[in-house]
């Protein structure tokens, strides 16, 4: 393997206002194959310096450095980013450790954890290349991390909303509340290109409050105008380790004057994982606001069964990938988990409807909730009030 030498970035002010170095990357190769680290000459790569958490980026694809480890996150890179040849879901994020190699949009790289700069890949470290990209930064409104806090103040995010259907009788029920940023250059983003940074950053939080306020606020609305609808909203792990979150919500619910059963939280296994007893407790808190407590995602996660017994969930939602593609070797998957909600008392949802076939088979395996493309996509309140599903509940 060629040792270097790399265009290597650093993006840490040091003293004396100087970059400082934040970790050695080195061997920076361009990639034939994804998962292939070519020896050879260096390629200049165009690796971007953020600002002093967000270490690289490339594409839809960033290494952030996160409570002191660096971790590598997936923001929607389109042939996916590869860590030691194996891939990560999109939206998925890994912490590295020393010798991983990672490949994302064509470049590949090794790192090679605290270990001391070899000689030549510090002689290659272009402090001019990082001021002027610094400056660069500055000049296009900030990071994206300063853009997104600035999202939520200036009111940039905007929810869609997805129906949530009851298969036996085809009426519409819920609605999954789904967060958008119109971003003033980059237009509509969705959440797997933003939602990584807003975790990674902390700033999910300020999201999240936003968020539950529009959707609480757009459910009391709906309500009074007469649709009988729930809402749903989507929390995430770092929600869910924060104590305050239940009182959050119930001020929340009494500003709008919503009564808590029509909220619906959805928090994913792997949410659940970080913190087991810290996010139980806050589950709890939640329950006891009145809130209706949904399992986002269920059979990708690791949580054990008697861990799911234990919490106060109304709702399992059945990750899509059991749907799409449908093959029928995931029926005895479909059949179980539909069997594993109901014997523990909870309502069973199925997202990733996108055809009648799948509306049929939901049907007859007993579960009792659909959500996907063939009810409806997520889509603004006003065109979610407008569809035949709302005007079919207004009349029921
Ligand atoms: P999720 O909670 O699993 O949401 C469902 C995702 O599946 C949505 O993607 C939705 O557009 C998509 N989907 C729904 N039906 C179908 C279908 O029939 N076929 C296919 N192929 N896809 C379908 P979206 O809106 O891009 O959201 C992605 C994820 O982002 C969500 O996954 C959720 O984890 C997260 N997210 C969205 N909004 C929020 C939010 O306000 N807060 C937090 N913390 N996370 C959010
Ligand atoms: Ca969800
Ligand atoms: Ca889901």
């Known amino acids: 393997m060629a040792s270097g030498p790399a265009l290597v970035y650093a993006v840490e002010s040091g ?3 100087r970059p400082g ?17 070519t020896d050879g000459p260096v390629p200049t790569v165009d690796l971007t310096p953020l600002d002093r958490d967000r270490v690289v980026s490339r594409g839809h694809a960033q290494i952030v450095r996160r409570d002191g480890v660096l971790v590598v996150c997936d923001l929607g890179a389109r042939n996916g980013v590869f860590v ?10 890994r912490t590295l450790a020393e010798a991983d190699a990672i490949s994302f949009g064509g470049v590949a790289l090794t790192f090679a954890g605290d270990a001391p700069w070899p000689d030549g890949l510090r002689a290659e470290w272009d402090v001019a290349a990082f001021e002027s990209s610094a400056d660069h930064t500055v000049q296009a409104g900030g990071t994206l991390t300063g853009q997104l806090h600035q ?14 259907v009851t298969l036996a009788t085809g009426r519409l029920e819920a609605v999954e509340s789904l967060v958008r940023w119109r971003h003033p250059v980059r237009g509509l983003l969705y959440p797997d290109a933003f939602l990584p940074v807003a975790e990674a950053t902390g700033y999910v939080k300020a999201m999240t409050t936003w968020v539950l306020a529009a959707a609480v606020r757009q459910c009391a609305a709906w309500r009074a105008a007469g649709l009988d609808l729930h809402v749903a909203v989507n929390v995430s792990t770092r929600d869910l380790d924060d104590d305050r979150l239940a009182g959050r919500v119930s001020t929340l619910l ?12 959805e928090l994913t296994e792997t949410g659940l994982m970080t913190d087991p007893h810290r996010a139980t407790a806050n589950l709890h808190a939640l329950k006891a606001v009145g809130v209706r407590i949904s399992i986002d995602d269920f059979g990708i996660g690791h949580s054990s069964l008697a861990y799911l017994k234990q919490l106060p969930a109304d709702e399992l939602k059945i990750d899509k990938s059991f749907l799409l593609p449908f093959s029928p070797d995931n029926l005895p998957i479909l059949r179980s988990a539909i069997t594993i909600g109901h014997d523990l008392g ?5 997202e990733g409807v996108e055809d009648q076939a799948a509306v049929d088979l939901l049907r007859d395996l007993g579960c009792d909730v659909g959500q996907g493309y063939f009810f409806g996509r997520p889509t603004p309140a006003e065109s979610l009030a407008a569809s035949p599903l709302a005007t079919a509940l207004r009349g029921a």
């Not at 030691?84 to 994020?93: K, S, T």
């Not at 009494?254 to 939280?265: F, G, M, R, S, T």
């Open 15 to 17: 003293a004396g206002g």
């Open 151 to 164: 999202a939520v103040e200036l009111d940039q995010l905007v929810l869609h909303y997805q129906p949530k």
């Open 84 to 93: 030691n040849g194996e891939r990560l879901a999109p939206g998925a994020e």
């Open 254 to 265: 009494a500003d709008a004057a919503l009564d808590a059963e029509h909220l619906v939280i």
């Open 346 to 350: 909870m309502r069973v949802t199925a």
């Open 21 to 37: 170095l934040v970790f050695p990357l080195h061997r920076i190769t361009s990639t034939v194959g994804r998962r292939k680290l």
